[in-house]
Nanobody, 120 residues
Framework: QVQLVESGGGLVQAGGSLRLSCAAS????????MGWYRQAPGKQREVVAH???????NYADSTKGRFTISRDNAKNTVYLQMNTLKPEDTAVYYC??????????????WGQGTQVTVSS
């Protein structure tokens, strides 16, 4: 079992900033990629950003230049710094971790989600 615990969501005015955190724990030997996804009401879940264990990053076009993903491999934690937030960023944000367990079993785990609301 792998647990992902997210924190940092909340209500912010347009133009403001928030920082999300996600810590992984449990039976995971190696995390190869961590990422953030979001799902707005009535819409499909979409990727926000990914980061590999070596630090390579990838962002959705809508978040480039405004969001920054980073990770602390020693703590199995990923962060998402969100600046210049817009009302269209309002969504439930989910953390995802993929890797391998101690028997090299594949792991693909999700957090419970944290609400981000941006008011206009």
């Amino acid at each position: 079992q792998v647990q992902l615990v997210e924190s940092g969501g909340g209500l912010v005015q347009a133009g403001g900033s928030l920082r999300l955190s996600c810590a992984a724990s449990g039976s995971i030997n190696r995390i190869t990629i961590m990422g953030w996804y979001r799902q707005a009401p009535g819409k499909q879940r979409e990727v926000v950003a990914h980061i590999t264990s070596s630090g390579s990053t990838n962002y959705a076009d809508s978040t480039k230049g405004r969001f920054t993903i980073s990770r602390d491999n020693a703590k199995n934690t990923v962060y998402l710094q969100m600046n210049t937030l817009k009302p269209e960023d309002t969504a439930v944000y989910y953390c995802n971790a993929r890797g391998y367990g101690y028997t090299w079993n594949p792991v693909d785990s999700w957090g419970q989600g944290t609400q981000v609301t941006v008011s206009s």
